[in-house]
T-cell receptor, first 116, second 112 residues
Framework: EAGVAQSPRYKIIEKRQSVAFWCNPISGHATLYWYQQILGQGPKLLIQ????????DSQLPKDRFSAERLKGVDSTLKIQPAKLEDSAVYLC??????????????FGEGSRLTVL | AQSVTQLGSHVSVSEGALVLLRCNYS??????LFWYVQYPNQGLQLLLKYTSAATLVKGINGFEAEFKKSETSFHLTKPSAHMRDAAEYFC??????????FGKGTMLLVSP
């Protein structure tokens, strides 16, 4: 079974530029998550989708971050314009069901963003 | 509200020694608890999870954790460390239908 795919793995941009990350979850997984992992910290949830609807985006900085999950499959996370503090690894995860209390999240390898 | 505190950002052990990584949680409802491992340049992988069944949970790679409600703890242990166990370990909590909240992580260093 193929895992969660993410691209690009690495991206370097200058502040105020834009960047987009792509995620393809495990086939059949209804729930998709984007986490931000800043160096030295644990992952922080940015947004959760159930199929193609948003379940939780309370911690997404909506003035600069946006995400979509068209057709309930793959997803794109965009940052525009980027700030220095956006330097982090962006992790995509998927789960076969809604809610995470008894379920396991399957993570991709992440996309590392460096903002100069 | 829910939160996780991992004591010690780095833990160093010798190969063959006991591994103990500490995790304390805070939750207003009965929690579900998880340990994830992250190897360099890789995503997170589930080690084990507690979901209100047995309080002693066994996971992959010889790791286990014990849920202690009175101490609000979920410490991760392994009797004998291997070099391949060197990685970063994250404790996480979920309550009800809330999403996972992760701790800041503990880097495990294993010396020969």
């Amino acid at each position: 079974e193929a895992g969660v795919a993410q691209s690009p793995r690495y991206k370097i941009i200058e502040k105020r530029q834009s960047v987009a990350f792509w995620c393809n979850p495990i086939s059949g997984h209804a729930t998709l998550y984007w986490y931000q992992q800043i160096l030295g910290q644990g992952p922080k949830l940015l947004i959760q989708f159930q199929n193609n609807g948003v379940v939780d985006d309370s911690q997404l900085p909506k003035d600069r971050f946006s995400a979509e999950r068209l057709k309930g499959v793959d997803s794109t996370l965009k940052i525009q314009p980027a700030k220095l503090e956006d330097s982090a690894v962006y992790l995509c995860a998927s789960s076969p069901r809604q809610g995470t209390n008894t379920g396991e999240l399957f993570f991709g390898e992440g996309s590392r963003l460096t903002v100069l | 509200a829910q939160s996780v505190t991992q004591l010690g950002s780095h833990v160093s052990v010798s190969e063959g020694a006991l591994v103990l990584l500490r995790c304390n949680y805070s939750s207003s409802v009965p929690p579900y608890l998880f340990w994830y491992v992250q190897y360099p340049n890789q995503g997170l992988q589930l080690l084990l999870k507690y979901t209100s069944a047995a309080t002693l949970v066994k996971g992959i790679n010889g790791f286990e954790a014990e849920f202690k409600k009175s101490e609000t703890s979920f410490h991760l242990t392994k009797p004998s460390a291997h070099m391949r166990d060197a990685a970063e370990y994250f404790c996480a909590v979920s309550s009800g239908y809330s999403t996972l909240t992760f701790g800041k992580g503990t880097m495990l260093l294993v010396s020969p």
